[in-house]
Structure formats: structure tokens, C-alpha cells
């Protein structure tokens, strides 16, 4: 009797291992991203900030007379990214829960791919985003004017790669939140309810360090003591503190070093292990 071959003989039965899913979901995700509106919209509206930044520091020369000392493009840097890290960020908040909410995670667990692999490739392709608008607003900052000649060199934009790590925890926390919540809109309000909240506190610490004694009240320094106690436990925790960190030495002048860009990276990849555990725990049910 002739042996029957089985026809599923030959056939690769075996699922990619975590780095090729990963891959193949950043790949996957990366190409909706670049054809979607949202990020062309994007694009342009930190090139405006960047016209309308230049429009002004040009005005500005033709009016009075200023000295340079410093580096004119890092009020505008800080500006451009946070409003990037917030951006991506409110997105990724949405994009574990928009797949929990309309029953796509099944579909990839069964595929099967790993939770491993859906947290990394997330975050992934919005970093893969998040440099590329990078890349377009210093082309546009090299080629348009009235930025361009004399103003932007080589160095200037190279500080934008430190800067760029301290927005890392904030797309992290949004990560976090999406593998928590179960639809878009509990993970969008409660993303942006973090971050204000702990804004707020940045913002009123700052206000009272710079305020000196006789022009507070018993409150107030009651309340600076309270604030500024907490402060080194909470900066090492909060997503909002590298931010913080940008914008006041936009003020300072002082260039973070490189321990406090390290500080965010560790952050981020706690905020990353802890969205892992989260989903894992939480599932797919919405």
C-alpha cells in the first residue's frame, strides 16, 4: 500500500519567536501611522510653531538691538517636544484600549503573539514616529527661514537628541494607562488627569522655590516644606518631572546631564515592565 504523505509535512508550524513579532508588528503599525492624517497634522503644527517662533526672533532683530549668548532655538526645542511626548503619548493611551474595546487583541493572542511583544512594538512605532517628525521639523528648521541662515547649526540640533529621552516616561505612562483601562475614553481622560495633576505640582513647586520668605505666607511655606519633601521620591516616579526638567533649563541655561537623561530612560522601562504585568493581568476583556 502506497504511504500517504500528509500534506502539512514541510510546513513551518512554528510561531516567530519575540523579536520577529515584534517586528512584524512595527512594520504593520508603522505604515498606518505615516498614512494617517493625524500625523501629517502633526507635522504641521510644529512647523507653524517653529514660523511663528521665527517670525518673532526676526522681528525682534529688526526692532532692537540683542546679544545672542545663548542658544536661541531651546525654548522652542523644549516646546516641540513636549508637545510631541504629550501627543504620542495621549495615542498610546489609546491604542491598547481602542484594541481591548473593539476585540483586536484576541486576534493577535491567538495569532499567537505575545503580550511582550504588543507592549514593545506600541511603543516602538510611536518612537519610530516620534524621530521622524523630529527629522521633519529640523528639515524645515534648516531649510525654511527666517530660522535658517545664522541661526541653525549642527550643534543646536544635536541637543535635540538628549532632550528627546525626557519625553520617553510620558509615552511610557501613556502605555501604562492603555493596559489598565478598557476604552479609549476612560484611558484618554485619566492620561491627561495624570499628567496635569502632576504638572500642577511641578509647576506650583517651581513657583514656590522661587518665592523667598518674607513674601509668603505660614501656608505657603508650610506647603513648600510639604511639596519639596516629597519631591525626590516623586521626581523619580513621575513622567512629568523630565519634562519639568526641559523647561527649566530652557530658564537656567544648564544642560541636563547625563544622569538625568539615564533617570528617564530606567524610568521608561519600568513604566514599560509595568504596562506588560498590567495587560497581561488585565486581559483582553473590556
Known amino acids: 500500500m502506497e504511504h500517504v504523505r500528509p500534506v502539512f509535512v514541510g510546513l513551518n508550524l512554528n510561531p516567530p519567536g519575540l523579536f520577529r513579532q515584534t517586528a512584524l508588528l512595527v512594520m504593520r503599525e508603522a505604515e498606518a501611522k505615516f498614512h494617517a492624517i493625524w500625523f501629517w497634522l502633526v507635522a504641521t503644527v510644529i512647523s507653524l510653531m517653529a514660523y511663528l517662533y521665527g517670525s518673532g526672533f526676526l522681528n525682534t532683530f529688526e526692532t532692537e538691538s540683542v546679544v545672542v549668548a545663548t542658544d536661541p532655538l531651546a525654548g522652542l526645542n523644549a516646546a516641540v517636544i513636549a508637545f510631541l511626548g504629550l501627543v504620542l503619548g495621549l495615542r498610546l493611551a489609546g491604542g491598547l484600549s481602542w484594541e481591548r474595546e473593539h476585540g483586536t487583541l484576541e486576534v493577535l493572542l491567538v495569532g499567537p503573539v505575545s503580550w511582550s511583544a504588543i507592549i514593545v512594538s506600541k511603543y516602538l512605532v510611536e518612537l519610530v514616529v ?29 541637543s535635540l537628541a538628549g532632550s528627546v529621552t525626557f519625553v520617553l516616561p510620558l509615552m511610557g505612562l501613556g502605555l501604562l494607562i492603555s493596559a489598565w483601562t478598557s476604552s479609549v475614553r476612560s484611558a484618554v481622560v485619566s492620561y491627561l488627569s495624570v ?37 525626590p521620591f516623586l521626581h523619580g516616579l513621575s513622567p512629568v518631572a523630565g519634562v519639568a526638567l526641559l523647561i527649566q533649563a530652557v530658564f537656567t541655561q544648564a544642560t541636563p546631564g547625563v544622569m538625568q537623561m539615564a533617570t528617564s530612560v530606567g524610568l521608561t522601562i519600568v513604566l514599560l515592565v509595568a504596562a506588560r504585568l498590567v495587560a497581561s493581568k488585565k486581559g483582553t476583556s473590556a
Open 130 to 158: 516620534l524621530f521622524v517628525l523630529i527629522g521633519l521639523y529640523c528639515l524645515y528648521l534648516l531649510l525654511a527661514q527666517p530660522l535658517g541662515a545664522g541661526v541653525v547649526r549642527a550643534r543646536e540640533l544635536l
Open 195 to 231: 499628567v496635569l495633576l502632576l504638572a500642577v505640582y511641578e509647576a506650583l513647586l517651581g513657583l514656590l522655590r522661587n518665592m523667598t520668605a518674607d513674601e509668603m505666607s505660614l501656608f505657603a511655606l508650610y506647603l513648600r516644606a510639604l511639596l519639596g519633601g516629597i519631591a
